[in-house]
């Protein structure tokens, strides 16, 4: 939905499974009954696991930068989609695919694939509002690159249809602002609600290294001196939680073709030195808040 910070993902993520995947749930509690010959069955698989491209745009209500406690709203598109079984998704800064093919019919998704991010946070100071945290100076965007694996599971609680996935990634900065990592781990429910709508939970966190606790949460003398907070040496460790929810529902069609309208949101708190540095204790918060809507068109 967005182009922000890295702590933002978890939102786009969570954003893009409704806008693209429920394609997977999209028969729900008011369709018919499921077919019973076997032909049937195969003609239902063949839909619910098609091919389908999902193409959209939003806007979102977040931070300036991550630990602030001043907001922006900023628009960002969305494509998200299965090709011959492969899903791929690109949302905002966050691009990904799965090398592993989904089959018509399967109720376990095996995920494995690579994972590229461009990390914004703090490169553009004119949308920073604290001027404490301009003079720290701008970070380079960030390029993170890495994969993540995964497992889902269709038909877990309310329906046939409803999907628990958990994935854990890792991500490594190349170039830019840090040549640091991350590790994440993120639980994922999405949920049909009827034909047209669908509903979705997501949790998640973040453990980062040195160079990026350094990169965005230290504070140099000199830095110190040009923004009146005092100096602070940040250590590696995890970053934040964050947990979430997220509502769609299609204005024309169903979740399966046209257009839908999506919304959500994610609450994230800062942990550990990165809570304490005075970039998010004195200038900012620990606690955050997103919020985002869009509307999108699947075909």
Do not use: C
Request: proline share 6%; charged share 15%; glycine share 12%.
């Amino acid at each position: 939905m967005i182009v922000a910070s890295s702590h933002t993902n978890i939102l786009l993520a969570s954003a893009a499974l409704l806008l693209g995947a429920t394609a997977v749930p999209a028969l729900a509690q008011d369709a018919p009954p499921p077919p019973t010959s076997a032909e049937g069955k195969e003609d239902l698989a063949a839909r619910l696991n098609g091919d389908s491209v999902t193409i959209g745009i939003g806007g979102a209500y977040l931070p300036d930068y991550e630990g602030s406690n001043d907001y922006r709203l900023a628009p960002g598109p969305v494509a998200i989609g299965t090709i011959k079984g492969f899903a791929f998704s690109v949302v905002g800064n966050r691009a990904s695919v799965d090398l592993i093919p989904n089959r018509p019919g399967q109720s376990i998704d095996l995920q494995f694939g690579p994972v590229g991010v461009i990390n914004f946070n703090r490169s553009a100071l004119s949308t920073i509002e604290d001027t404490r945290i301009r003079a720290l100076g701008k970070r380079s965007a960030a390029i993170e690159v890495g994969g993540y694996v995964g497992i889902g599971k269709t038909g877990i609680i309310t329906s046939p249809y409803d999907k628990l996935s958990v994935s854990l990634s890792y991500r490594q900065g190349v170039s830019g602002a840090h040549r640091s990592y991350t590790w994440q781990p993120t639980v994922t429910y999405i949920t049909p609600l009827s034909r047209k709508a669908a509903a979705g939970l997501i949790g998640s966190a973040q453990y980062s290294g040195q160079g990026y606790a350094d990169s965005y949460f230290s504070i140099s003398p000199a830095q110190s001196l040009a923004s009146g907070l005092p100096t602070f040496n940040a250590r590696k460790g995890w970053r934040n939680y964050s947990v979430g929810g997220f509502l769609t529902y299609s204005l024309t069609g169903d979740l399966l073709h046209g257009f839908k309208v999506v919304a959500g949101g994610t609450y994230t708190r800062a942990l550990n030195d990165f809570s304490y540095s005075p970039i998010v204790r004195i200038a900012g918060s620990k606690n955050q808040w997103l919020g985002a809507v869009g509307v999108a068109y699947t075909f």
